[in-house]
């Protein structure tokens, strides 16, 4: 069995690769020009680096089940509870090598510049709009989430929120605690035979229309996408009909630019009158002080808000809503359902999603392997042992630009490629090819000089 080692671009090793007799490495001009470095690893799996090198910083009270998946590869995990500030962000992603986020952290072009050894992102949670997919993917970092883990939660609170809204049940238990006693049927309603009006159905869409019909619910959806109904729900073709029918509208599309600002003043007018409305997206989604106005002027009998334009860093922080013209806040609001954006907040929800991104940035790290990856086209080869001797894995992240794979060629094809698999997304492609009869001073020359085509993004070698 041979001793298992990486080569991998990295910042802090300038002294000792400097000093390699078999390399030249030039100054870190920018995140794809960082050096490299070779360090002997545990012969079992192939690591990046020797794994108590790798630098893992999980933020926003990432599951214990994806920390344990990371700690036990034996990378140095720093677990934070909340997101940070962008310049304390800034000041701990310029040493980390994976970076563990849910929806709150934000990981724009201006951040991930700084950047300079991460290989790969992992988002515990759905949504990706807090990352500059198409910047990571220019410096060749990878990014991942988990793209239904949660979606179930989510359908869930959504059926509980309707039938909390129908009944008014946030009012009277808000009286009951301030020692009201006020017993009403006036304006309460079973959902039972109502209209469910789903904007977006992805994951949690569809989910939810399943539900629904099961509480006897009629459900009508409308998506930008043509997608099969489930059960007898059906899709109407425009957001306009979909408002202009449903007693319940709920919202589950992606924060995109086509999506911002999605329910305004002309959409609320829209809308039935006494009608509801859930948002569990994303914050912007929604126009606030036109929700604002829509309630108070009795249009809609209620919403549901998860999500906001702006949420609080952490647990304990101020949540400060928006106002309209007259200074009128959400707080002020009857029959509004507020909840600190914990659609997918459930244990089983977080312990997946744990488990499932834990387990994508680990088979990254170690393999090259892209598989589910939303930023990179998706190249997997089979896993890696360290039974072949002196064999190496090459993944070279490149510019997707014509003669690329020919100067590629010429450089690996003296040897022994044993698999190769390359695809491209957009401007970005990405190569593996697996080398078997190879030495330690083939793989540094291999290195070198893939690092200084013209195409490159990232060269890793594991070995
Ligand atoms: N509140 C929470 O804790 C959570 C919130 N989310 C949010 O929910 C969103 C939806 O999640 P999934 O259902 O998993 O996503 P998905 O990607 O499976 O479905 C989204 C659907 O929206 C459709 N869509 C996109 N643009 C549209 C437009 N302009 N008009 C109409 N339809 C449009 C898409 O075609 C797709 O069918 C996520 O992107 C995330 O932002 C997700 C999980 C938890
Ligand atoms: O999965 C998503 O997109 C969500 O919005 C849930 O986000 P969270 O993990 O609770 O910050």
Known sequence: MSAARDIRPRQDDLANLASSPSASFNSPSSHSSTLNR????????????????IKVLLLENVNETGREILSQQGYQVEFLKSSLPEDQLIEKIRDVHVIGIRSKTKLTARVLKEAKNLIVIGCFCIGTNQVDLQYAADQGIAVFNSPF?????????????????????????????????????NGCWEIRGKTLGIVGYGHIGAQLSVLAEAMGMSVIYYD????????????????????????????????????KGMIGPKQFEQMK??????????????????????????KIAGAALDVYPNEP?????????????????????????????????????????????????????????????VN???????????????HARVIYIHKNIPGVLRKVNEIIGDHNVD????????????????????????????????????SRIMTRILY
């Open 38 to 53: 070779i360090v002997p690893v545990n012969a079992k799996h192939l690591k990046p680096f020797a794994t108590e090198d």
């Open 149 to 185: 883990s949660n979606s179930r939660s989510v359908a869930e609170l959504v059926i509980g929120e309707m039938v909390v809204l129908a009944r008014q049940l946030g009012d009277r238990s808000n009286e009951m605690h301030n020692g009201t006693w006020n017993k009403v049927s």
């Open 224 to 259: 930008v996408l043509n997608i099969m109904s489930l059960g007898t729900a059906h899709q109407v073709e425009s957001l306009e009909q979909l408002l202009a029918q449903a007693d319940f509208v709920t919202l589950h599309v992606p924060e995109i630019a086509e999506t």
């Open 273 to 298: 009158k006494g009608s509801y409305l859930i948002n569990a997206s994303r914050g912007t989604v929604v126009d606030i002080p036109a929700l604002i106005d829509a309630s108070r002027s009795g």
């Open 313 to 373: 860093a952490g647990n304990g922080d101020y949540f400060n809503s928006e106002l309209n013209t007259w200074g009128e806040d959400l707080r002020s609001l009857k029959n509004l359902i507020l909840t600190p954006h914990i659609g997918g907040s459930t244990e089983e929800a977080q312990k997946a999603i744990g488990v499932e991104v834990a387990q994508a940035l680990v088979r990254y790290a170690n393999e090259g392997s892209t598989q589910g990856a």
């Open 376 to 390: 990179l086209p998706e190249v997997t080869l089979r896993s890696l042992t360290m039974d072949e001797p002196n």
């Open 419 to 454: 698999k190769q698999m390359t695809d491209s997304r957009g401007d970005v492609a990405y190569l593996m090819a697996d080398i078997s009869n190879v030495d330690t001073a083939t793989i540094r020359d291999l290195y070198t000089r893939l690092e200084s085509l013209p």
